[in-house]
T-cell receptor, first 111, second 115 residues
Framework: AQSVTQPDIHITVSEGASLELRCNYS??????LFWYVQSPGQGLQLLLK??????LVQGIKGFEAEFKRSQSSFNLRKPSVHWSDAAEYFC?????????FGTGTSLTVIP | DAMVIQNPRYQVTQFGKPVTLSCSQT?????MYWYQQKSSQAPKLLFH???????NEADTPDNFQSRRPNTSFCFLDIRSPGLGDAAMYLC??????????????FGPGTRLTVT
């Protein structure tokens, strides 16, 4: 069965520091991969998605993610974090009409 | 210019008392989804409507029902809420099925408390 793992429940970074959020998936073939962000009191917003092609994907708000087949990973990165990036981040995997979210990583940004 | 609206944002109900959560959309999308998100867990798809066609996930309890009277509105009915049904309920829409090509747009969610 497909699954998505986000090993870090909570991460704290300083404003201006770089960020990497981890995501690992389990699926027999190449899945379709997504990152969503959920700000407090808001719905989920799509940051970026990977279907095929270039393994480095650019998203909104300065985020990027890299698909690594050998590691079954799709980690989210940002070179310089802003205070407004504090939120919950969800990785998700999709196959056909099935869609699975990870349990999320909560990001705190300190001044 | 809210696109997916959920009302109320916070709902308290009593054990066993039926409750209805509401979702509306201004996007004119064909598909509407309901997800359940328990504390510190991933959102879990309960069911979706493609136009008027209802599609239930295999493991969604019978206690959960849904109605879609028109394109814009979709309701989640919990017939006899138990303490385990306390969660955030997320509504989402997409233009068509096949989320690979059709992004899901999420509402802010309704947090349900069962006392």
């Amino acid at each position: 069965a497909q699954s998505v793992t986000q090993p870090d429940i909570h991460i704290t970074v300083s404003e201006g520091a770089s960020l990497e959020l981890r995501c690992n998936y389990s699926y027999g073939a190449t899945p379709y991969l997504f990152w969503y962000v959920q700000s407090p009191g808001q719905g989920l917003q799509l940051l970026l998605k990977y279907f095929s092609g270039d393994t480095l994907v650019q998203g909104i708000k300065g985020f990027e993610a890299e698909f690594k087949r050998s590691q079954s990973s799709f980690n989210l990165r940002k070179p310089s974090v802003h205070w407004s990036d504090a939120a919950e981040y969800f990785c998700a995997v999709g196959t056909g009409n099935q869609f699975y979210f990870g349990t999320g990583t909560s990001l705190t940004v300190i001044p | 210019d809210a696109m997916v609206i959920q009302n109320p944002r916070y709902q308290v109900t009593q054990f066993g008392k039926p409750v209805t959560l509401s979702c509306s959309q201004t996007l004119n999308h064909n598909v509407m989804y309901w997800y359940q998100q328990k504390s510190s867990q991933a959102p879990k798809l309960l069911f979706h409507y493609y136009d008027k066609d209802f599609n239930n996930e295999a493991d969604t309890p019978d206690n959960f029902q849904s109605r879609r009277p028109n394109t814009s509105f979709c309701f989640l009915d919990i017939r006899s809420p138990g303490l385990g049904d306390a969660a955030m309920y997320l509504c989402a829409t997409s233009r068509d099925l096949g989320f690979l090509d059709h992004e899901q747009y999420f509402g802010p969610g309704t947090r349900l408390t069962v006392t």
